[in-house]
């Protein structure tokens, strides 16, 4: 069974920066597709940024030039590295374990408040 704990998340001021954790157990971590999504009160989920087992990424355009994805395959790991932060980056941010067999699992989610 896949198991994720996301930390990092936390309390910052617009233009602050904040790391997030995904670390993953029970699974073939290197076949993988690892995402960062993240939820707002009223709102849908939405796809943060996301890396494939290739290490090809793909970013939400809100994000891009702000947001990083990096993934170390050794520690079954993957980070989402937040700069230039906004107060419309305020989410529940979750991590998302695609299997390669088409496996699917999410982690409990962090909260991550940016203030004005």
């Known amino acids: 069974q896949v198991q994720l704990v996301e930390s990092g998340g936390g309390l910052v001021q617009a233009g602050g920066s904040l790391r997030l954790s995904c670390a993953v157990s029970?699974?073939?971590?290197?076949?993988?597709?690892i995402g960062w999504y993240r939820q707002a009160p009223g709102k849908e989920r939405e796809l943060v940024a996301h890396?494939?087992?290739?290490?090809?990424?793909t970013y939400r355009d809100s994000v891009k030039g702000r947001f990083t994805i990096p993934r170390d395959n050794a520690k079954k790991m993957v980070d989402l590295q937040m700069n230039s932060l906004k107060p419309a980056d305020t989410s529940v941010y979750y991590c998302?374990?695609?299997?390669?067999?088409?496996?699917?699992?999410w982690g409990q989610g962090t909260q991550v408040t940016v203030s004005s």
């Open positions: 029970g699974s073939t971590f290197s076949l993988s597709t």
């Open positions: 890396i494939n087992s290739g290490g090809s990424t």
């Open positions: 998302n374990f695609l299997g390669a067999r088409g496996s699917d699992s």
